[in-house]
């Protein structure tokens, strides 16, 4: 069957966005294919792992309305922690 998938976070993710994309040879594909098919841990998570690319995309073509935004930046200007001793008024350092 497959070879076990070790590698970095980054590797398997790259192999990942790869299959998604169908970027890979296609005998490597197919095995893993095969491999979603008998392996229900993999299956969710890559359809977990496929559904927060997609929610990402339509986040950024769908912004927040305008109204929510001012809402929430009002919201939160009333309620951050003010240090006395920060020049601009943040309790973090800047970077």
């Avoid at 296609?26 to 359809?47: E, G, I």
């Avoid at 986040?59 to 929510?68: G, H, K, R, S, V």
Wanted: hydrophobic residues 35%.
């Amino acid at each position: 069957m497959m070879k076990l998938l070790i590698g970095t976070h980054a590797e398997i993710q790259e192999f990942l966005i790869h299959y998604l994309e169908r970027q890979l040879p296609l005998l490597k594909r197919f095995q893993f294919w095969v491999h979603l098919l008998l392996c229900q841990d993999c299956h969710d998570y890559l359809r977990k792992y496929d559904s927060s690319i997609e929610l990402s995309r339509n986040f950024l073509n769908d912004p927040p309305p305008e109204d929510l935004v001012n809402l929430t930046l009002k919201f939160l200007d009333g309620h951050r922690p003010k240090d006395e001793d920060s020049p601009n008024g943040d309790p973090l350092p800047e970077r």
